[in-house]
Structures are given as structure tokens and as C-alpha cells.
Nanobody, 115 residues
């Protein structure tokens, strides 16, 4: 049973920073890639950032060097978010792609950027 647990969301003022964490348990040897999507109310889910076991990374166009994805271990991924703006308000979802090509999702963590 693969399980993803996210943490680190919350309320932050514009211009502030947050770091999201995601830990995968179960079948971690099968993890091929991890990353983050987000979904704002009334909008489609969009890619924030992803990283593979080989270290390659990709980011959504809106990130503009404000966010950094990193892996502390094969089953742990972080998303450092700086210069947050109100439009970054969304539920952020962690994902894990397995070697079986199956994707697992976390339950989501709310990020709210507001003064």
C-alpha cells in the first residue's frame, strides 16, 4: 500500500515563503519520480514541479524561479516556495510515479497567500 503524506501548507502573507514536504511509504523502491501539482478553486490541476530519480527537474511556467523542488531521500520531496503571491493560493498535491507507471497522489495541503 503506497501512501503519500504532505505537510507544510498554511497561511502566509504575500512575499512570504513556505516549504512543503511529502513522504512516501510502502513500495518506495519502485519510485521513479516525485513532484507537485496544485489546484485553485474553479481551475484545473496544474504541474508545479517534478523531479526524477536521475535528478532532472521541470517546473510550471508560472514558477519563474520562485520555487525549488528537491529530494532528501528517494521517498521524500520538498517544495520550497518563495515570493508567494495571492495567485499561488491553491491545494498542493504531491505525486509519486512508480516504475509500474502508476501514479499515486497525496491528500493535498492548502496554501493560502493573503494579507
Amino acid at each position: 500500500q503506497v501512501r503519500l503524506v504532505e505537510s507544510g501548507g498554511g497561511l502566509v502573507q504575500p512575499g512570504g515563503s513556505l516549504r512543503l514536504s511529502c513522504v512516501v511509504s510502502g513500495s518506495i523502491f519502485s519510485i521513479a519520480a516525485m513532484g507537485w501539482y496544485r489546484q485553485a478553486p474553479g481551475k484545473e490541476r496544474e504541474l508545479v514541479a517534478g523531479t526524477t530519480n536521475g535528478g532532472s527537474t521541470n517546473y510550471g511556467d508560472f514558477v519563474k524561479a520562485r520555487f525549488t523542488i528537491s529530494r532528501a531521500a528517494k521517498n521524500t520531496v520538498y517544495l520550497q516556495m518563495n515570493s508567494l503571491a495571492p495567485e499561488d493560493t491553491a491545494v498542493y498535491y504531491c505525486y509519486s510515479d512508480m516504475s509500474s507507471l502508476r501514479r499515486y497522489w497525496g491528500q493535498g495541503t492548502q496554501v493560502t497567500v493573503s494579507s
